[in-house]
Nanobody, 122 residues
Framework: QVQLVESGGGLVQAGGSLRLSCAAS????????MAWFRQAPGKEREFVAA????????YYTDSVKGRFTISRDNAKNTVYLQMNSLKPEDTAVYYC???????????????WGQGTQVTVSS
């Protein structure tokens, strides 16, 4: 079992920045992908970004490219999401997730955090 705890969400004005963190604990076998998803009210959960075990490979959904940066610190078992130039449409609950291999599909992720709310005001 892997436990994931997100933090760093909050209320920010459009154009502002936030940094999300997700700390992982528990047992995991081998290397794994860490990712961020988000879910806005009335919408399905969507992929935001993912990072490989080494940190050498990153993946982003088109709407956040150039604004968000995902990174990880394996010594701390933590993944980060730096979010800059935030827009009202970024408002959602952001979830951290872990998978055995790279994927943008939520169904491939085995463990999930409880989520952290990000609200961007216009």
């Amino acid at each position: 079992q892997v436990q994931l705890v997100e933090s760093g969400g909050g209320l920010v004005q459009a154009g502002g920045s936030l940094r999300l963190s997700c700390a992982a604990s528990g047992r995991s076998r081998g290397s794994y992908m860490m990712a961020w998803f988000r879910q806005a009210p009335g919408k399905e959960r969507e992929f935001v970004a993912a990072v490989s075990w080494s940190g050498g490979y990153t993946y982003y959904t088109d709407s956040v490219k150039g604004r968000f940066t995902i990174s990880r610190d394996n010594a701390k078992n933590t993944v980060y999401l730096q979010m800059n130039s935030l827009k009202p449409e970024d408002t959602a609950v952001y979830y951290c997730a872990v998978a055995a291999r790279a994927s943008t599909s939520s169904g491939q992720y085995d463990y999930w955090g409880q989520g952290t709310q990000v609200t961007v005001s216009s």
